[in-house]
């Protein structure tokens, strides 16, 4: 209870609010032009192979840094926060797609070397394993081009440290937004919107979900402050 009270005012403290959020607009049609080319079943088959032998056989947790926390797409059996070691999370990858489009590109969440990230380590239930890879596969790495972005890497929990898949992990992703000011990265986010909707509302949920488990991240908290202003500035939506 007393945890519950702390997660709603730390959310009440927030200056990226539901409000704003909602003025950036709801899913958009996805473009049917696309670069990339879909991964084929044989391509997801040989994926979640590669994946199974990541896990070497150990109990099966995925760490949760960004769109994870709040919408895991597999039934977790635990959630325990946790700091991966060696990782920081960042905008690094921009996007055109899912939450971007190419006249508004967003940004994606992802892990690049260096520093610490505090997230939330998702246990998968043992006769569950294969399942809830096939669909983390299936959901992260929809195009052939993006295979694999994932790894193991070490997490420390109150328990100890512990070998977890990350997703979009590893200087092999392609992360093109390293250099891209904290500035830019805000105002894209508060323009970007696409099939799966806005980028305010990826971040706003990435960060909610992170205050759910107790968890503040300066970084992203700094962002949302500038999205937030960015969005005041527009003309209020017609009644």
Same mark, same amino acid.
Not at 55 to 75: D, H, M, R, T, V
């Given at each position: 209870?007393?945890?519950?009270?702390?997660?709603?005012?730390a959310? *009440?403290?927030?200056t990226?609010?539901?409000? &704003?959020?909602?003025?950036?607009?709801?899913?958009?049609?996805?473009d049917? *032009?696309?670069?990339?080319?879909?991964?084929?079943?044989?391509?997801f088959?040989?994926?979640?192979?590669? %994946?199974?032998?990541?896990?070497?056989?150990?109990?099966?947790?995925? =760490?949760?840094?960004?769109?994870?926390?709040? $919408?895991?797409?597999?039934? #977790?059996?635990?959630? /325990?926060?946790? /700091?991966?070691?060696?990782?920081?999370? @960042?905008?690094? !990858?921009s996007?055109?797609?899912?939450?971007?489009?190419?006249?508004?590109?967003g940004?994606?969440?992802?892990?690049?070397?260096?520093?610490?990230?505090?997230?939330? &380590?998702?246990? #998968?239930?043992? $006769?569950?394993r294969?399942?809830?890879?096939?669909a983390? #596969?299936?959901?992260?790495?929809?195009?052939?081009e993006?295979?694999?972005?994932t790894?193991? !890497? +070490? @997490?420390?929990t109150?328990?100890?440290?512990t070998p977890?898949?990350? =997703?979009?992990?590893?200087? =092999?992703?392609?992360?093109?937004?390293?250099? %891209?000011t904290?500035? +830019?990265?805000?105002? $894209?986010?508060? %323009?970007?919107?696409?099939?799966?909707?806005?980028?305010?509302?990826?971040l706003?949920?990435?960060? /909610?979900?992170?205050?759910? *488990?107790?968890?503040?991240?300066?970084y &992203?908290?700094? !962002?949302?402050?500038?999205?937030?202003?960015?969005?005041?500035r527009?003309?209020?939506?017609?009644?």
């Amino acid at each position: 209870m007393q945890e519950a009270r702390r997660s709603r005012q730390a959310r *009440h403290q927030l200056t990226l609010t539901p409000e &704003l959020v909602a003025r950036c607009g709801s899913a958009i049609p996805q473009d049917p *032009h696309d670069r990339f080319t879909f991964t084929s079943e044989a391509d997801f088959d040989a994926a979640l192979e590669h %994946h199974l032998s990541l896990a070497e056989g150990a109990p099966l947790q995925i =760490f949760a840094y960004g769109s994870l926390i709040w $919408n895991p797409g597999f039934e #977790v059996a635990e959630r /325990t926060p946790g /700091t991966a070691l060696g990782w920081r999370r @960042v905008f690094g !990858i921009s996007v055109e797609r899912a939450r971007g489009s190419r006249e508004k590109p967003g940004y994606m969440l992802t892990l690049a070397p260096g520093g610490r990230c505090r997230g939330v &380590l998702l246990r #998968v239930a043992e $006769n569950d394993r294969r399942a809830a890879l096939s669909a983390l #596969v299936r959901r992260e790495y929809p195009y052939r081009e993006f295979l694999p972005q994932t790894r193991r !890497i +070490q @997490v420390a929990t109150r328990d100890g440290v512990t070998p977890a898949l990350a =997703f979009w992990a590893g200087r =092999f992703a392609p992360l093109d937004a390293l250099d %891209h000011t904290e500035e +830019q990265i805000a105002f $894209n986010l508060a %323009h970007a919107c696409g099939f799966l909707g806005s980028g305010a509302e990826y971040l706003y949920r990435t960060v /909610t979900g992170l205050i759910d *488990h107790q968890i503040r991240d300066p970084y &992203l908290d700094r !962002i949302g402050r500038m999205v937030a202003e960015e969005i005041s500035r527009w003309e209020p939506p017609t009644p």
